[in-house]
């Protein structure tokens, strides 16, 4: 049996597009910022105080303010504590309407018609926050409610690797994509060292290459690569 256990953010869907729209409708005429420059600098500021919001050293909205100011002023734009609240807000809001694309929608549905694959979920993040997206995308129709683990609900982080532990498959797969704009594929055990799942080979390679990757590799994870890009290769190789 083999265990196919998805991120959420930006591997299942788009996580550019809520943000992007967020920006948009409050500073329509900055057409000029690179939106996805913009996003990956909110990412590296959101992974700085992850950890702290889970452990309660700050406030969740403490962490939503710092995160969007401090990517905000990268690009030359001050905002006070209350329109970076209103920022969280309105990106929230886009997330309740983020979709799947037609080959992911594909993907999972050849996956979870086969009775030798299990499909699941490890997504870091507040509990219901990441449940309204798994609800959004409507992700029961092909991967059911007990395969969905949220660090939140679980009290583990990614890249922990007491997470990937707690969920334990014979054969665990994981996959995840990268949000700085590269197009690089990094190749490593889930199940790794105390490092967890950040310790790995990585090389930038174009999708034929990755493919390769994909067929030759014991367990993976993708960084730095949208899943999308992979979708043919992977499909292939996992069906295998």
Known sequence: MKAFLFDVDDTLYDQV???ARTFYRLYPERKDIDIHKLFARS??????????SCTGKITMEEMYIYRVQKALADFGIAISDEQALVFQKYYEEYQGKI????????MLQTLSAKENIQLGVITNGPNEHQWDKVRALDLQRWIPEEHVFVSGEIG??????????????QDLFYLQAGVDGGRGVVVHPCKGDAKG???GVGANLPGETAGHVLRTACIYSFINIKIHVLYPFFLDWALK
Request: aromatic fraction near 14%; charge should be negative.
């Open 156 to 169: 583990i982080n990614k890249p922990q690797k007491e997470i990937f532990a707690y969920v334990d498959p």
């Open 43 to 52: 990412r590296v500021y959101s992974d700085e105080v992850f950890e702290d």
């Open 17 to 19: 597009q809520p943000f």
């Open 197 to 199: 799942i950040q310790k």
């Open 99 to 106: 979709e799947l694309s037609e080959q992911i929608q594909t």
